[in-house]
């Protein structure tokens, strides 16, 4: 079955510093890969689209320049999380569109604690 | 705008049913999902339905859908421990859109 996999699955950091989480299709080319966020006890929130070659596509109200997003190949997207700071702290998920089968494979999530 | 709701919680005792429900507003939807996400845990597919089906069902798992009022339900026969969880219902207007989750409710399981 097509299997999405994240790295670190949780990584703690001090405040300024920047956070990298890899995002990868194991048995699959993804295309499109999309990052989310929840929040304790929350639903996920979209936060980019992320297509192989091109620019992130990102929702309204998230920051471009805080959160970079690179697809530079069919499996891996990565999320840096720069300057990071506590209101950072979250659940960050993605998922990667299987093409054909039309549906998204999720990720088992980053933890991020920014103290 | 796109908005998907669940109760928060659902409390069952086990080897009975459980029915967790959900609405939507976003009429342009055509798949609609539910995920399971246990503690500390990514998001498992449990299964989705397309917006021109009124059911599907998969073993213990059956998916009802009435577009005329954009309710969603699943139910999940014989609830055992392991059901334990946060069911997220979704909805997306395509298999590349974006995915809109509901808040997502919590299935407790007492004995």
């Known amino acids: 079955g097509a299997v999405v996999s994240q790295h670190p699955s949780r990584v703690i950091c001090k405040s300024g510093t920047s956070v990298k989480i890899e995002c990868r299709s194991l048995?699959?080319?993804?295309?499109?890969m999309f990052w989310y966020r929840q929040f304790p006890k929350k639903s996920l929130m979209l936060m980019a689209t992320?297509?192989?070659?091109?620019?992130?596509?990102?929702e309204q109200g998230v920051e471009k320049d805080k959160f970079l997003i690179n697809h530079a190949s069919l499996t891996l997207s990565t999320l840096t999380v720069t300057s990071a700071h506590p209101e950072d702290s979250s659940f960050y998920i993605c998922s990667a569109l299987l093409v054909g089968e039309e549906t998204q494979y999720f990720g088992p999530g980053t933890r991020l604690l920014v103290l | 705008g796109e908005d998907v709701e669940q109760s928060l919680f659902l409390s069952v005792r086990e080897g009975d049913s459980s029915v967790i429900n959900c609405t939507y507003t976003d009429s342009s939807s055509t798949y609609l999902y539910w995920y399971k996400q246990e503690p500390g845990a990514g998001l498992q597919l449990l299964t989705y339905?397309?917006?021109?089906?009124d059911m599907k069902q998969d073993q213990r798992l059956t998916v009802l859908l009435n577009k005329k009022d954009k309710h969603l339900s699943l139910r999940i026969a014989d609830t055992q421990t392991g059901d334990s969880a946060i069911y997220f219902c979704?909805?997306?207007?395509?298999?590349?859109?974006?995915?809109?989750f509901g808040s997502g409710t919590r299935l407790s399981i007492r004995p």
């Open positions: 992320s297509n192989e070659g091109s620019k992130a596509t990102y």
């Open positions: 048995d699959f080319q993804a295309t499109t």
């Open positions: 979704a909805e997306s207007e395509g298999s590349a859109s974006k995915i809109i």
């Open positions: 339905i397309f917006s021109n089906m």
